[in-house]
Each structure stands twice: as C-alpha cells, then as structure tokens.
C-alpha cells in the first residue's frame, strides 16, 4: 500500500511540475509573442481556467505528501519527503501571498478595462511563478530521490 502512495504522489506532483513548467516556459513565450490585446485576453483565460484547478492540485499534492511522511515515518528517505512537504507548503504560501493576488486582478481585464500598468503585473507574476517552478521541481526532485 505504501509504494502504491509513493508513485501516486510522485505522479501527482510530476504531472503538476510538468503544467507548471510548460505555463512558464511554453505557454507564457506563445502568449507574449500574441498582439497586446490577444496576448493579456490569453492570460486572463489562462488565470481563471487554471486559477480554479491548480489549488486543488497544489493542495491534493500537500496532503499525498504528508500521508507519505506519516505512513513512512521510520523509514528511510523519509527526511527527504518532509523536505519535499515543506517545500510544497513554501510554494503554496507563495501561491497565496504573491501569485493569486495579481491572478485574482488579471483574470477580470479586458482589452477595455485592463489597468495602464498590466504588462508590469503579468512581468510580476511571472517572476513569481518562475521561483516557485524552482520551489516545486525540488520538492519532486526529493520525492523522487526518496523513493530509491
């Protein structure tokens, strides 16, 4: 049952690194090479479609994660998995501090409602969300040293 939990999250958190990962350096390039207004009505579908999911997604993978760490508790490799948990709670704070704030604004702008400043903020989030690509590749990274 244990290694059943152990591929389930790494799965879980690989699959979330990997949208992650593809939003930073796929989708971001493709929507900043768009017109000015096809590019920040991209990035405002982009926000509400994937500001609904992701949560779900960051918190499922916090609490895999801590079910490993419980069900493992003396085994070894089970540093590593903590570690991996703390880096995911580090990227959910991170999430709710300083990326869902500009998302949650984001998300509403329109060609004719967007603020002046709106390439600054989406410059923002992305700084932000490049960090935290950086935050949840080492949690998988841990999980997946911890399975060896």
């Given at each position: ?5 152990q591929?389930l ?13 593809s ?10 090479a ?8 991209g ?8 500001g ?5 997604w ?9 079910a490993w ?10 540093g ?26 984001g ?9 002046a ?15 935290r ?14 399975l060896?």
């Amino acid at each position: 049952m244990l290694n059943a939990l152990q591929v389930l999250t790494t799965v879980v958190v690989g699959v979330m690194v990997g949208v992650e990962f593809s939003v930073a350096f796929v989708m971001n390039p493709i929507l900043n090479a768009l017109p000015e207004d096809s590019r920040q009505l991209g990035n405002s579908h982009g926000g509400r479609m994937l500001g609904a999911v992701m949560p779900v997604w960051y918190i499922t993978s916090l609490l895999l994660v801590a079910a490993w760490a419980a069900a493992a508790w003396h085994s070894p490799g089970t540093g590593l998995v903590v570690a991996a948990g703390a880096l995911l709670l580090v990227s959910v704070i991170m999430s709710v501090l300083l990326l869902v704030p500009i998302n949650n604004q984001g998300k509403t702008w329109t060609p004719e409602n967007r603020p002046a400043d709106w390439k600054e903020q989406l410059n923002r989030w992305n700084r932000y969300h490049y960090a935290r690509v950086a935050v949840i590749i080492g949690a998988f990274a841990l999980l997946a040293a911890a399975l060896t």
